[in-house]
């Protein structure tokens, strides 16, 4: 599976951003698909995740009620609309694919990276 992400930007606190993950191969739809991010001198961490079917979702903390994660397997594309941002959402995200077929957390358990993707928001 190979993952291409893209829609990152810069955008003032308070905007909303779209980002878009595209997958290649006919399987997409057998696999978990999760977005992390990285920001400057931080770890890695989770930020949301949907299941094989999309039929559940879990999301980071301190992204509840903000972010929202989709996926669309008829385009082989998966989705997380960014609302409410804010300057500590300033990170690389990047997005993986999962051969487990529920929406985990653990970027151990994710089987295929994409290239990341710039998010910046100014204050």
């Known amino acids: 599976v190979q993952l291409q992400a893209s829609g990152g930007g810069l955008v003032q606190a308070g905007g909303s951003l779209r980002l878009s993950c595209a997958a290649s191969?006919?399987?997409?739809?057998?696999?978990?698909m999760g977005w992390f991010r990285q920001a400057p001198g931080k770890e890695r961490e989770f930020v949301a995740a949907?299941?094989?079917?999309?039929?559940?979702?879990r999301y980071a903390d301190s992204v509840k009620g903000r972010f929202s994660i989709s996926r669309d397997n008829a385009k082989n594309t998966v989705y997380l609309q960014m609302n409410s941002l804010k300057p500590e959402d300033t990170a690389v995200y990047s997005c993986?694919?999962?051969?487990?077929?529920?929406?985990?957390?653990?970027?151990?358990?994710?089987?295929?990276w994409g290239q990341g993707t710039q998010v910046t928001v100014s204050s």
């Open positions: 191969g006919r399987t997409f739809s057998s696999y978990a």
């Open positions: 993986a694919a999962s051969s487990w077929y529920s929406a985990i957390t653990s970027g151990k358990d994710y089987d295929y």
């Open positions: 949907v299941s094989a079917s999309g039929s559940s979702t």
